[in-house]
């Protein structure tokens, strides 16, 4: 026995309304709320230009790097939460970024959110 948890798998995501792939790692997912927690990486220069929200409710911590998102800079060791349909606009990690993230269930885009709060 190694003394080791259970190896990560990692695999390729495209998050929505992005074109640079990040590397997740699903931690666990509750197959009746869909609560789902993973690590993810985000390489240099990932960027979402699109203002998109969520439908649940989101937290998340950095592990490593920086996260811009909606005018704000993140940087590791704090805990942030987004409640579900907030509008995230303008999010960049220009050094790359390792994140934590819990969703409160299936997190499914809901851009047209965004566009609803904005008028």
């Given at each position: 026995?190694?003394?080791r948890g259970?190896?990560?798998?990692w695999r390729?995501f495209l998050?929505?309304?992005?074109?640079?792939?990040?590397?997740?790692a699903?931690l666990?997912r509750?197959?009746?709320?869909t609560?789902?927690?993973?690590?993810v990486?985000f390489p240099?220069?990932?960027s979402?230009?699109?203002c998109?929200?969520?439908?649940?409710?989101e937290?998340?911590?950095?592990?490593?790097?920086?996260?811009r998102?909606?005018?704000?800079?993140h940087?590791?060791?704090?805990?942030?939460?987004?409640?579900?349909?907030?509008?995230?606009?303008?999010s960049?990690?220009p050094?790359?970024?390792v994140?934590?993230?819990?969703?409160?269930g299936d997190?499914?885009?809901?851009?047209?959110?965004?566009?609803a709060?904005?008028?």
């Open positions: 026995m190694s003394g259970p190896e990560l798998r390729t998050m929505p309304f992005t074109d640079t792939p990040v590397r997740l699903r666990r509750d197959s009746v709320t609560a789902t927690a993973a690590l990486r240099p220069g990932w979402r230009t699109a998109v929200a969520y439908a649940s409710d937290e998340f911590m950095l592990l490593s790097g920086e996260l998102m909606s005018g704000q800079v940087r590791p060791g704090v805990r942030v939460r987004v409640p579900g349909g907030t509008p995230r606009r303008a960049s990690t050094r790359g970024a994140a934590v993230a819990w969703f409160t997190p499914g885009v809901v851009e047209r959110l965004c566009r709060r904005e008028t």
